[in-house]
C-alpha cells in the first residue's frame, strides 16, 4: 500500500467509516510510516473532520447563559415598560 493510499483512507478512518480490511491497512502502514502518521495527527487537528466532544462541551453552558441574561434584560426591559404604562395610565 502507498501512503497516498493510505492517506485518502486516513479520513474515514478517523471518522470510524473505514472497513476492518481499510483499518488494518492504515495501522500496518502507520507503524512503518512516520510521514502518515504526521498526517494523521494533522488531519484530525484540522477542526471540522472530528467533533471535539471537549471542546464543544462548555460552549454549551456558555450560550445557555447568554440566552438567560437576554431573557432577563428582555424580562426587565418589559417591567419597566409595564411600570411606565401603569403610571400613565393612573393620570
Ligand atoms: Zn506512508
Known amino acids: 500500500m502507498s501512503c497516498e493510499e493510505i492517506k485518502t483512507i486516513i479520513p474515514a478512518y478517523i471518522k470510524h467509516t ?13 507503524c512503518v510510516c512516520n510521514e502518515c502518521r504526521e498526517y494523521l495527527g494533522q488531519t484530525m487537528d484540522r477542526p471540522g473532520i472530528t467533533e471535539k466532544k471537549e ?3 462548555p460552549e454549551i453552558p456558555a450560550t445557555k447563559n447568554s440566552h438567560l441574561l437576554e431573557y432577563i434584560m428582555i424580562a426587565t426591559g418589559l417591567a419597566i415598560l409595564l411600570f411606565f404604562l401603569l403610571l400613565l395610565l393612573k393620570h
Do not use: Y
Open 18 to 30: 473505514a472497513t476492518e480490511a481499510e483499518i488494518l491497512k492504515v495501522e500496518e502502514h502507520l
Open 55 to 57: 471542546e464543544s462541551l
